[in-house]
């Protein structure tokens, strides 16, 4: 990719999209080939250190997980099962581990394989746990060194600038909230890439960057397909506002541009058809989703708000305008978004200013679902999502995540700004303000330094985590465990609920087969109806709602005769329990069920191989 050219007094940088008449960048032989700096290794080296900061709570603490811990869980747990499909001869769409004895679909459970794969040598040599924390850290870092790097190849000509911008676009709250739980949201690392190939200034290759286009679109399906919807429709925005704004670039650059994107959705439809088959028509598959996904939306005023986990943030007021921690993906403060509006006002002139303006706009409304709530309180007026609610895929989405499109928008926005002032209050340059080009710098750095002070991330929050019992964990189960059986870890999780099964199976590596698990799939075998976990059998509610409540019931003879139904179901061979909150009164109703169990090595055992057969 060319590199722009020299820094210059006085106009903007070259914008990623159609040019403004100019030659075509590649088109002049004199210009050298981008190439990395110091200053590139200290940006970068930067956006890991803060990265790994902000995991700091739990590197060296298997104890702890991130705040939203079943996501952490299942997430682990995916990493574990890319590293066995990579090592073992097993269908990385599909997995017998959880679920027995249906298993999952794992094409349809956000499986991560575009992590998972790479990270196979740190699961295998470290765990679950490093390899999912070396996740988090890549997906910020790398999304914001991705940023970086397009800002510095094609839109500025300052690195500060697009430091800046990378860094806003990397580590803004909604990308640490959901960093935290959801991989496949934060790791948006191809987004630039696949950007800069489909925006491309110039038309020649179009093959050759089709080709390149179809790959990347593809991969990004391995990390995420949520990311990708949204990338689609933020792009197809820009392009018609761009086209808008500047009609003769338009016309002059659709042709390739079209073309990239031909080939690339051929590229993209070869290598997809059989896992996009899998996932919407294999076995496991589910229609539509577990929960009211419009309900799932942002509050207007959480955009002027402070994240939860930022340095003036609190742990209320995030709770009242964002459906949980993890959906925080607005908060931007009512400074940027000031900052912001001014800059579109500044650089109304250019078109990538306008386009970028309507995007993030749109975005920002969609947010919003059906009907606007501010502070809480319903307006009546009715959102903008109600107009793609039902349109395909995007009625597969969460509204609230319409706001991580915001981000990088504004990560644009700032940088194209530090990068405008640089130039024009350089001798000779038309400053903003006609004043001598220092006090002007200092002037607009500090308003963007107090726009982006506020919103400095804090390390992601932590909780407590009941260990993996050593019973587990050391493989004292094998002895109880032979083939084709299961271990019923106490109680099956049924619904969302927090799952044992997936905790203790990511933390051991997959090393023994359990019904239930944390993961979506169908109502029943002939229901494909979407809900969270295995189908529920009357034994797994039965212990669920002693777990909650702490309430031994009086068991009949029926109940018993169920539980030895169900066992056979599961295929059980041991039933484990390890730490819980009201763990004795769930230790006596599975007594009462299965006949008396033992403590071993740190939890309690019951061996139903005889009341199984």
Do not use: K
Request: aromatic share 8%; with cysteine; charged share 15%.
């Amino acid at each position: 990719m060319a590199a722009p050219a020299a820094p210059v007094s006085r106009g903007p940088a070259p914008e990623p999209g159609p040019a403004s008449g100019r030659a075509p960048a590649d088109a002049r032989p004199a210009r050298r080939r981008w190439r990395p700096r110091g200053v590139d290794v200290a940006v970068v080296a930067g956006y890991l250190g803060l990265a790994v900061l902000l995991t700091g709570g739990q590197w060296g603490r298997p104890d702890r997980l991130f705040h939203q811990d079943n996501d952490q869980m299942l997430f682990e747990w995916m990493l574990a099962r890319a590293a066995r499909a990579v090592t073992g001869p097993e269908n990385p769409l599909h997995s017998t581990a959880l679920n027995a004895p249906d298993g999952v679909n794992l094409m349809a459970n956000t499986s991560v394989l575009g992590l998972g794969v790479p990270l196979t040598p740190v699961t295998l040599l470290f765990g679950t746990q490093p390899a999912f924390l070396v996740a988090v850290v890549a997906c910020l870092a790398g999304t914001a060194t991705a940023w970086y790097a397009l800002l510095a190849r094609r839109l500025v000509g300052s690195r500060v600038a697009a430091a800046v911008g990378g860094l806003v676009c990397g580590f803004a709250p909604g990308m640490v909230a959901q960093a935290g739980a959801h991989l496949h949201m934060a790791a948006q690392f191809l987004v630039p890439p696949i950007l800069a190939l489909v925006f491309r200034p110039t038309v020649g290759r179009v093959g050759r960057r089709g080709v390149a286009l179809g790959l990347l679109v593809a991969y990004q399906v391995f990390l995420g397909e949520e990311v990708l919807v949204f990338l689609a429709l933020a792009a197809g925005v820009l392009a018609l506002a761009y086209g808008l704004a500047d009609r003769a670039a338009a016309r002059r650059l659709a042709p390739a541009l079209l073309g990239r994107i031909g080939v690339g959705a051929l590229v993209a439809g070869a290598l997809l058809a059989y896992p996009l088959w899998f996932q919407f028509a294999g076995p496991g598959h589910y229609r539509g989703m577990p929960f009211d996904a419009p309900g799932f939306r942002l509050d207007a005023a959480s955009f002027t708000a402070s994240a939860r986990q930022t340095v003036l943030g609190d742990d209320r007021l995030p709770g009242l305008l964002a459906p949980n921690p993890t959906e925080e993906n607005s908060f931007f403060g009512p400074g940027l978004l000031v900052l912001a509006v001014v800059i579109v006002v500044w650089l109304w002139r250019r078109p990538l200013v306008r386009a970028l303006a309507v995007v993030g706009t749109l975005a920002a409304l969609l947010s919003l679902g059906t009907t606007v709530l501010v502070d809480g309180a319903s307006t009546g007026l009715p959102g903008p999502y109600r107009l793609v609610a039902g349109v395909p895929l995007l009625d597969l989405v969460v509204p609230a995540r319409f706001a991580l499109v915001c981000v990088p928008v504004l990560g644009v926005l700032v940088a194209l700004s530090l990068d405008r002032l640089r130039s024009a209050a350089a001798p000779g340059g038309d400053g903003p303000a006609g004043g001598p080009a220092v006090p002007v710098r200092l002037l607009w750095g500090g308003a963007v330094a107090a726009a982006l002070l506020p919103l400095a991330p804090t390390p992601i929050r932590t909780v407590p985590a009941w260990p993996v019992p050593a019973f587990v964990a050391d493989g004292g189960w094998r002895a109880y465990v032979p083939a084709g059986r299961t271990l019923v870890p106490v109680p099956p999780v049924t619904g969302a609920g927090v799952s044992p099964a997936t905790f203790w199976s990511a933390r051991t590596r997959l090393a023994f087969t359990a019904p239930g698990g944390y993961f979506i799939g169908p109502r029943a075998a002939d229901d494909p109806t979407a809900r969270w976990g295995a189908p529920d059998r009357p034994t797994a509610l039965l212990l669920r709602r002693v777990a909650e409540t702490g309430q031994v019931p009086v068991l009949t003879d029926a109940d018993r005769r169920q539980a030895a139904v169900d066992l056979r179901h599961w295929r059980a061979a041991v039933l484990v329990q390890g730490g819980l909150r009201r763990g004795d009164p769930v230790r006596r109703t599975v007594d009462q069920l299965v006949g008396p169990g033992r403590e071993i090595d740190g939890a309690w055992v019951w061996d139903v191989r005889g009341l199984v057969g």
